[in-house]
């Protein structure tokens, strides 16, 4: 058994152990067996079987689509953490984790307890067996003592899941593999034994609509939104115009690049999501929704406000401290920023 990476933050520690991966992966092999992968995961027909059948689907898509998962995971849960900075979840699972990108990714946004105490308990539910079984591989190299303690546990994905109690669940790139009804009786699951629920799926028009669905069963439930709306209301992005996503930024694996004849060593992986509390949150005054514009002297932010509407704001230079903290805004950034710039 490999022993632990030395310490270091999970995201760094991640690519080292993906790139381990990849240096033993028959090129050919993992060319076809990603491009089968992302025909599957463009595609929209939900699959009753797992769309991962074996170690070498297993290992080109922990290559190919981990990283990218992995961030746009940390990003959803980011935004969850600053919404209720005083929380932090006493447990985690994690339904149709797969090889385990979000509980990597929350173990970079809440770290071990630094007082050496019990990591919170990890659960990782997956219907695939290969894939349970390199998230375990994956796990057992990780800083964290959380996720080298964590449950690998077999489980159908559907309308009969049990879903123990914990702090918080995820359900990541999950629900576009399944039929409409387990949809909503897995994001109901979700919602009956979590504090705090985050979902995201791609960042597409359809991938919007799944994370519209879960939403509303969410704040149904009884649950506050706490990112990336600003507030629990309907979304004020009228359906078939338009949809809400955002990007994070992916280093480029040697397998990406050849899969996809790419030169440049990043991309951006475009998702939804959503993320709510059973408690109420602080979120966000407002939240850009789009790539901020820099012209000469200005900044155009459009944003999604708490007020439950759309609109943009121009920032100028002679507003001085505020000009500045929105040329440092991103993409899907609060705004204004939680600490208000000194005047």
């Not at 632990?4 to 240096?23: F, G, H, I, M, W």
Request: glycine share 6%; hydrophobic share 45%; proline share 10%.
């Amino acid at each position: 058994m490999h022993a632990p990476l030395s310490p270091q933050a999970p995201a760094e520690a991640l690519r080292a152990t993906l790139a381990e991966l990849v240096d033993g992966l028959p090129p050919r092999q993992a060319a076809q067996a990603t491009a089968r992968l992302i025909a599957n995961y463009r595609g929209a027909t939900p699959t009753d079987a797992p769309v991962l059948r074996d170690r070498s689907d297993v290992v080109a898509y922990a290559a190919y689509r981990m990283p990218a998962t992995f961030e746009a995971d940390r990003a959803a849960l980011g935004a969850l953490a600053d919404a209720v900075p005083g929380w932090t979840p006493p447990g985690h699972t994690d339904i149709g984790g797969g090889t385990g990108a979000a509980v990597w990714a929350a173990a970079d946004i809440w770290p071990d307890p630094a007082d050496g105490s019990a990591p919170r308990p990890v659960t990782v539910l997956d219907w695939a067996e290969p894939a349970l079984a390199l998230g375990r591989e994956l796990a057992a190299r990780a800083p964290s003592a959380a996720l080298r303690a964590a449950r690998w546990r077999r489980a159908r994905i559907d309308a009969a899941l049990d879903v123990p109690p914990s702090g918080l669940v995820t359900v990541s790139y999950v629900l576009g593999e399944l039929t409409p009804a387990d949809r909503t009786a897995v994001v109901d699951a979700a919602a009956g034994a979590a504090e705090a629920v985050a979902v995201v799926e791609p960042g597409t028009p359809d991938g919007y609509r799944r994370i519209i669905e879960a939403r509303d069963r969410l704040v149904a439930a009884g649950f506050h939104v706490a990112a990336p709306c600003p507030h629990s209301a309907a979304c004020p992005i009228e359906q078939g115009t338009d949809w809400c996503h955002f990007a994070a930024r992916v280093s480029r694996s040697s397998l990406h690049r050849q899969v996809k004849g790419a030169s440049l060593g990043w991309e951006d992986e475009k998702f939804s999501y959503v993320a709510a509390t059973r408690f109420p949150p602080g979120p966000a005054t407002a939240r850009v929704v789009r790539r901020p514009q820099t012209r000469k002297g200005q900044v155009l932010l459009d944003l999604c406000r708490a007020t439950e509407e759309l609109s943009r704001e121009t920032v100028t230079k002679r507003q001085g401290p505020l000009y500045r903290a929105a040329r440092d805004t991103a993409w899907g950034d609060p705004w204004p920023p939680r600490e208000d710039p000194a005047p």
